[in-house]
């Protein structure tokens, strides 16, 4: 079943921050992050796995509440390159590697 | 390192023509996925194969919709006869196992 992903939308200025959730309904395995640009792919930013571990990269990181089913991506003080659309991905199946994509948050940052 | 290799990036055809796309993976990643991105649905997993066997083929739309991967290095999804609403961008990827999945640059594919 499709994770759920909250805002659909944000338009901030450069230097602010964001939170994007998403929301399983399943019990949750993992939790993947991408970004995708208008016209490319989507790239992997990060994973998190079952123990409600939190990570970083650079100034974007991101929580998996395992027992509240959902993940969610912090991005501090946005930078205008963090423009695109935010998916997770998620694993419901334990070590299965098919995943379920949300909808997509996209993101817009201003100078 | 090359990335994911996907061909053609772009193919117009006519409805009820064959159509087959290309796809090969990172070496070393023994994970293959294809996956749909449309603005209706979003990205939708088509079928993964792990060490070359196809693992969940449930995302197949139809029977028109085939998915093959003879080695390591290949993969090919054919649509048979296509139509206009699988027009879409259809993305290759690879992983190690459980890994995070990384994407190539996509076919986008135009049936009129």
């Known amino acids: 079943q499709q994770p759920v992903q909250s805002p659909q939308a944000v338009i901030l200025r450069e230097g602010e921050d964001a939170v994007i959730n998403c929301s399983s309904s399943?019990?949750?395995?993992?939790v993947h992050w991408y970004r995708q640009k208008h016209g490319e792919a989507p790239v992997f930013l990060m994973i998190?796995?079952?123990?409600?571990e939190q990570k970083g990269h650079d100034k974007i990181s991101a929580s998996f509440n395992e027992k509240k089913q959902q993940s969610s991506l912090y991005l501090t003080a946005s930078q205008l390159s963090y423009s695109g659309t935010y998916f997770c991905?998620?694993?419901?199946?334990?070590?299965?590697?098919?995943?379920?994509f949300g909808k997509g948050t996209h993101l817009i940052i201003q100078p | 390192d090359a990335g994911v290799i996907q061909s053609p990036r772009h193919e117009v055809t006519e409805m009820g023509q064959e159509v087959t796309l290309r796809c090969k993976p990172i070496?070393?990643?023994?994970?293959l996925f294809w996956y749909r991105q449309t603005m209706m649905r979003g990205l939708e997993l088509l079928i993964y194969?792990?060490?070359?066997?196809?693992?969940?083929d449930s995302g197949m739309p139809e029977d028109r919709f085939s998915a093959k991967m003879p080695n390591a290095s290949f993969s090919t999804l054919k649509i048979q006869p296509s139509e206009p609403r699988d027009s879409a961008v259809y993305f290759c990827?690879?992983?190690?196992?459980?890994?995070?999945?990384?994407f190539g640059p996509g076919t986008r594919l135009t049936v009129l």
């Open positions: 990827a690879s992983s190690l196992p459980g890994g995070g999945k990384f």
């Open positions: 399943k019990a949750l395995y993992s």
């Open positions: 998190l796995l079952k123990g409600g």
């Open positions: 991905g998620t694993d419901n199946l334990g070590g299965a590697d098919g995943l379920t």
């Open positions: 070496s070393g990643h023994n994970s």
């Open positions: 194969f792990n060490n070359n066997v196809p693992i969940d």
